[in-house]
């Protein structure tokens, strides 16, 4: 069984910082593309940012030059730096993660998401 277990979210002041992280954790083989999503009340669930195995990172025009995602390969562990923020990125945000398993299942998984709230 694998889990996507999420941090870090909260309440912040417009142009300020908040750091989420992504913990994974079960029967892990490997961990191919992470990423962050967001979904906005009565929007849709959109991308973020993401970053591959190989390192590659793609970000929503929206965030660039804002967030940074990285990931800690030991670890298991995907961050999303977010600077500057702005009442607009006022979403709950979900990790997502391409996992295969040790039975050599491939599946992708999504946390419980956490609440991120900017005040303007």
């Known amino acids: 069984q694998v889990q996507l277990v999420e941090s870090g979210g909260g309440l912040v002041q417009a142009g300020g910082s908040l750091r989420l992280s992504c913990a994974a954790s079960?029967?892990?083989?490997?961990?191919?593309?992470v990423g962050w999503y967001r979904q906005a009340p009565g929007k849709q669930r959109e991308l973020v940012a993401t970053?591959?195995?190989?390192?590659?990172?793609n970000y929503a025009d929206s965030v660039k030059g804002r967030f940074t995602i990285s990931r800690d390969y030991a670890k298991n562990t995907v961050v999303l730096q977010m600077n500057s923020l702005q009442a607009e990125d006022t979403a709950v945000y979900y990790c997502?993660?391409?996992?295969?398993?040790?039975?050599?299942?491939?599946?992708?998984?999504w946390g419980q998401g956490t609440q991120v709230t900017v005040s303007s």
């Open positions: 079960g029967s892990i083989f490997r961990i191919d593309t």
């Open positions: 997502n993660a391409l996992i295969t398993s040790t039975s050599l299942v491939t599946y992708s998984y």
């Open positions: 970053k591959s195995s190989g390192g590659t990172t």
